[in-house]
């Protein structure tokens, strides 16, 4: 067995789950070389937090209030002295995936992942390697293979996701926490984007292109 090294890394953990941050904190607490100094339930608290404590990794979760992981990933990596980011999620979709990578994550791993896995993880992610969960790299090598489609926001993809539900303007805003005239101004755009002029059409290109899925 191959002893630990002496150094701790410092460790952030970002999620909105309150107990899953506490099993987190409490599983990493169990490795000698790993220092857990401080909690986020935000993107925009990881930033403020990774800022005044300069952790050597930031575990981030994805789908958060304030701002989302992916965008918190971006501002912590165009930092200077950026910490590495190991993004921890339960989400394996495609748009999930390529927005952390593009933001400039270091590695993409989910919850279920033995703990073994993900200390390896946070260790090779300190040294600047990637790591991928190999549902990830599965994903991303279909991705590569596949014809580029029309590129929608996260929002548009959500709208049309809604739409494919049946759902009228109003229902996608009450879903969705957003004003009926923001539906449209999404929709229009994503009517742009896939080249059609109507909602039905728009939910048959982008179920077609792979964007949304019923």
Do not use: Q, W
């Amino acid at each position: 067995m191959t002893a630990e090294p002496s150094t701790s890394l410092r460790l952030l953990v970002v999620d909105d789950h309150p107990v899953v941050r506490m099993g987190l904190v409490a599983m990493l607490s169990e490795h000698a070389d790993f220092e857990v100094v401080g909690e986020a339930a935000d993107g925009a608290e990881a930033v403020l937090l990774a800022e005044r404590l300069s952790p050597d990794v930031v575990l981030m979760d994805l789908r958060m209030p304030v701002l989302d992981g992916a965008a918190a990933t971006a501002r912590l990596r165009g930092s200077a002295g950026a910490p590495a980011v190991l993004v921890l999620t339960t989400y394996d979709t495609d748009a999930d995936i390529v927005r952390a990578v593009e933001a400039g994550a270091n590695g993409y791993l989910l919850k279920d992942s033995p703990r073994e896995v993900l200390a390896d993880a946070i260790r090779r992610a300190a040294r600047g390697e990637t790591v991928l969960a190999p549902p990830v790299v599965a994903r991303l090598a279909s991705r590569m293979r596949a014809p580029a489609g029309p590129s929608l926001t996260e929002r548009e993809t959500e709208v049309l996701r809604c739409v494919a539900k049946g759902l009228s303007n109003a229902a996608v805003g009450r879903e969705l926490h957003i004003g009926e005239a923001t539906v449209k101004t999404h929709l229009l755009r994503a009517f742009e984007k896939l080249g059609v002029t109507d909602r039905t059409a728009a939910v048959t290109a982008a179920l077609r292109a792979g964007i949304i899925e019923l």
